[in-house]
């Protein structure tokens, strides 16, 4: 087991399956906000689902819009259960603060991989890497 | 970040969940950005109202502040939405949307938000010097740091809510002195002539100063409305927040790095923002809305004149400017235009009205609607988009 230490955003803890991306998202119009899928045209996350992930990302970047996504997405239950970023933009940080999903940043999100178990602390600001997913990237 | 004990109440919940959830963002906000407290606003004005721009997703959220109570604490108002009533039969809007609009408008009234539905809140009531404000639209938060002298960050919708439900905003940003001071001196070789060439000045500059303060020298006696053209630009193409407009101003600049502005790099901007030559079938001035005097002077020039059939003449102001301005409104109207209030070509559907090309003064417009209108954009100062639009 491996532990990444960054800021503290939001807190509350949770643990789940990563997915990563190295691109920034922008929640209004890069998510479907009924099914939680990416839409985002040539992000490499496309097509692929935030529901119930530990999703990994290097900022959030367009429409402030976009915190109301994340609210949608929650209350929909297709968000996803905690949210690690590089560096956090106010987008993401008030989306998680209204949805109430645990968030951190300052944290190397190359370390971590799509699938791999980890377990997020928002009040420390750290994530856990539990179990590493059998796979190269 | 130092809370008072009235803060620290409202952050652990003793004022229910609407309160708490609007102080979380703003101590959030505030410790990311460096705040040392949070300072009592004079106004707060949100973005995130027009159906065609937000879609549904505010309403969930928007809704849930108005079960739990949410009231504004200060006078707070809100950017234009999808359409105007008054021009209903000319808009492309179907019942759907009539109701989703109509209910976004009706929460933030709720909550005590007035719906003036304009970006230029200030030609309503303007903030008085040296005031903090809340602001989100980010023309109106340029012409408040740079013309009117009040002070206030560019927030975005839900941050912009959240002040106005507290009646506070973290004092990071151009809240403090030292991050107003200017941070570049630019040296703008030929004087701007008119609202479009100081549109084009305004998105050459937001996209190489990134967050850099600006004193512009060779502006000398800019009016107003170029200014906001100017600002309302800087803000669409980059991080711009604050400005100096002077014509000669030796001492804000001594050690300050420059930038030269020269003639071909003004006129190479100017072009950019054509992506036609070809006749527009929609012609819209009121970007960002017009004041009383801009509309006068579009009436001026327009009376007596008509308006090609086969062109939409929109003007785009305030409920609040058109009917004071109801003589002037009866002369663009007479001509065949409309004036149009409560939105504007870029937050409503003129794609879905069939136009494909849209001429305009404004410099935001212009860069906007290629992409968020799937339009074709012509940029043109004002004389000239009246005289493309009439015979």
Known sequence: ?137 | MHLTREDEKTYDGELGWAYQTSMRILVKLGEIFGATRLIPIESAHASGVSYKTIGDAPIDFLEALVQAGAKAKVASTVNPGGFDYENIEAMAVTREIREKQDKIIELYRKMGVNPVLTCTPYYIEAPKRGAHLAWAESSAVVYANSVLGAWTNREGGPSALAAALIGKTPNYGVHQPENRRPSIHVKVETVPENEAEFGALGIYLGKVLGDKVPVLEGLPRAEETHLKQLGAAMATSGMASIFYPCGSCPRRTEGLETLTVDRGTAKGAFEGLSTTSEEPDMVFLGCPHCSFNEVKRIAEIIRGRKVKPDVRFWVCTSRYVREKAEADVKTIVAAGGRVVSDTCAVVTWVKELGVETLMTNSAKTAYYAPTMNKVKARFAPLNQCINTACR
């Not at chain 1, 239950?77 to 987008?91: L, M, Q, R, S």
């Not at chain 1, 370390?111 to 980890?118: A, E, H, M, S, Y």
Request: hydrophobic share 35%; charged share 25%.
């Open chain 1, 1 to 137: 087991m491996r532990e990444l230490k960054g800021r503290p955003i939001v807190s509350g803890q949770s643990r789940g399956k990563a997915l990563v991306s190295k691109k920034p998202i922008s929640f209004l119009g890069g998510i479907d906000p009924e099914t939680g899928r990416v839409v985002e045209k040539d992000h490499d996350l496309k097509d692929q689902s935030v529901k119930g992930t530990v999703l990994c990302f290097p900022h959030g970047h367009g429409s402030t819009v976009g915190s109301y996504v994340l609210y949608s997405l929650a209350k929909k239950g297709v968000g996803p259960k905690a949210i690690i970023n590089a560096t956090a933009d106010p987008v993401v940080v008030v989306g998680a603060v209204i949805a109430e999903i645990p968030m951190i940043d300052h944290i190397d999100i190359s370390q971590i991989g799509t699938g791999d178990t980890v377990e997020v602390d928002g009040e420390k600001g750290t994530v856990k890497i539990l179990e590493a997913a059998a796979h190269c990237t």
